[in-house]
Nanobody, 119 residues
Framework: QLQASGGGLVQAGGSLRLTCTIS????????TGWYRQTPGNERELVGR???????NYADSVKGRFIISRDSAENTVHLQMNSLRPEDTGVYYC???????????????WGQGTLVTVSS
């Protein structure tokens, strides 16, 4: 249901914009977010945007990354600025909610998109 795109190779200091396309309309969407898995580390939260609330970010990306959601297009974006080599990793989009009226609340994941920041 989620498809992430926009990853690639960028030099340190550059910018990338990731897009997560959500193919279905959730019955109830609690929030969307982005996670990443950097080399040698577990998957970690980059930022999360609660439905109807303000985004929160990992300390390592505050002031550099911005999450936004386009409800009409059913997409979630991650604007990444001032990229650093340590931002290199696979980025995953996430949706937290109920897909159908009778379903239970679950986490849904995109397939991941690779971001490589060269020094």
């Amino acid at each position: 249901q989620l498809q992430a795109s926009g990853g690639g190779l960028v030099q340190a200091g550059g910018s990338l914009r990731l897009t997560c396309t959500i193919s279905e309309r959730f019955y109830s969407l609690h929030g969307t977010g982005w996670y990443r898995q950097t080399p040698g580390n577990e998957r970690e939260l980059v930022g999360r945007l609660p439905s109807g609330g303000s985004a929160n970010y990992a300390d390592s990306v505050k002031g550099r990354f911005i999450i936004s959601r386009d409800s009409a297009e059913n997409t979630v974006h991650l604007q990444m600025n001032s990229l650093r080599p340590e931002d290199t990793g696979v980025y995953y989009c996430n949706a937290d909610g109920r897909l159908y009226r009778g379903s239970s609340r679950s986490n849904y994941w995109g397939q991941g998109t690779l971001v490589t920041v060269s020094s």
